[in-house]
Each structure stands twice: as structure tokens, then as C-alpha cells.
């Protein structure tokens, strides 16, 4: 199975700071990635899909980028509404496996 | 609008079974295939079972192979997760979810808690 590696586990920002968290597979899935944002109480939305595209509605703030084993998720200025955990999912090959989550908290 | 609604948790002995329910409205449910992901509380999120559109095509994870059961019926528009000799370990939240570029539309969850 393809292990997921998220880092970090968690971290604190400011608005307005450029924040990146990483991804990394533990084979090579191609750009069959996705990134998800669960705010608390709430079901898991996608933003990212196969690795770079943007789900309709998702501020342009957010950028995936990546591709083989090594992925990374960007938000080029934090905002208030960001805060919530983010998981990378590998959708290569079944079983589908997530990454642990990164927790995303404002300072 | 793409809607998916579960249905059937609840609090459940161990040993005991269960079926869940995902009721789907919004698109052409037979055109897609779908999926059960778990997330234990406080936990991270867990694929759980994967149908292709035909039901040709059915995955399990390693942690339910034997015991839980996924099927749909499209006619009705609806997916089944089927889950016998239940432990404390299956107690989560299970949401179904769409499988379009990974899995893009989730429903809310709904609650399985397995206790005596």
C-alpha cells in the first residue's frame, strides 16, 4: 500500500503569511493526488486534484503543486477562514490512502 | 446540485451488524463509482470500500475484508455499506463519497458507534 507522509503535523501562522505543507508518497502515484480542507464539524472539501487543479469556488490563494512522490500544498496569504486540518489523498491505485493531516492554526 | 445523504448509523453492540445508507441526488448516480471513507473520533480519515458504477469492481480496505459488505442499487440511487461482527475499532464517522478525480463530492456523515 502507498503510505502518505504529511508534514507538518501542525503549525501556527498569521494572516497574510504564505504557508506550505508538504506530501510526500511512498511510491510513485503520478499526479493522482488530492488535497482536502476539514473545517471542524465539518465533511472534507476538496480543493486540489490531480495534484495542481483548483476546484471551482477555491480562492486562487491555493496552489498544489508536485507530481511522482513529492507534493505540496501552498496558500500564498492566509486567512482568517483558513484554519482547519488539511490531508493529501493518493487516488492512484486502491487502496486509496490519506496523509495524517496537517493542523492549520492561527497564532 | 450534487447531494449525498447517509443514513442508518447509530449505537450498535459489538458483534452486532449494522447497514448504512447513501442516498445520492443531483447527477447520473450509475455514471460513477463511489466510496466509503471512515474518521474516527479525533482521528484521521480511513478509505474504507470502493464500487465502480456496474458494480463490477469492489475494494475493500484490509481492516473490514470479510465483514463489511458494499453494494448500490441504482435504480434507487443509493449505496449500501453492509457491516457485520462489528468491533470498537469500526466506532467512526463514514461518509460516502463521489470517485471523480479521487473523490470530490462527500456527504455529512453519519455516526456508527460500536459499544456495549
Known amino acids: 500500500n502507498t503510505v502518505m507522509t504529511q508534514s507538518p503535523t501542525s503549525m501556527f501562522t498569521s494572516v497574510g503569511d504564505r504557508v506550505t505543507m508538504s506530501c510526500k508518497a511512498s511510491q510513485n502515484v503520478g499526479i493522482n493526488v488530492g488535497w482536502y480542507q476539514q473545517k471542524t464539524g465539518q465533511s472534507p472539501k476538496r480543493l486540489i486534484y490531480?495534484?495542481?487543479n483548483r476546484d471551482t469556488g477555491v480562492p486562487d490563494r491555493f496552489t498544489g503543486s508536485g507530481s511522482g512522490t513529492d507534493f505540496t500544498l501552498t496558500i500564498s496569504n492566509m486567512q482568517a477562514e483558513d484554519p482547519a486540518i488539511y490531508y493529501c489523498l493518493q487516488h492512484n491505485s486502491y487502496p486509496y490512502t490519506f496523509g495524517a493531516g496537517t493542523k492549520l492554526e492561527l497564532k | 446540485e450534487v447531494q449525498l445523504v447517509e443514513s442508518g448509523g447509530g449505537l450498535v453492540q459489538p458483534g452486532r451488524s449494522l447497514k448504512l445508507s447513501c442516498v445520492a441526488s443531483g447527477f447520473t448516480f450509475s455514471n460513477y463509482g463511489m466510496n466509503w471513507i471512515r474518521q474516527a473520533p479525533g482521528k484521521g480519515l480511513e478509505w474504507v470500500a470502493y464500487i465502480s458504477s456496474g458494480s463490477s469492481y469492489i475494494y475493500y480496505a484490509e481492516t473490514v475484508k470479510g465483514r463489511f459488505t458494499i453494494s448500490r442499487d441504482n435504480a434507487k440511487n443509493t449505496l449500501y455499506l453492509q457491516m457485520t461482527s462489528l468491533r470498537s475499532e469500526d466506532t467512526a464517522l463514514y461518509y460516502c463519497?463521489?470517485?471523480?478525480?479521487?473523490?470530490?463530492?462527500w456527504g455529512q456523515g453519519v455516526m456508527v458507534t460500536v459499544s456495549s
Open positions: 490531480w495534484a495542481s
Open positions: 463519497a463521489r470517485r471523480r478525480g479521487g473523490l470530490d463530492y
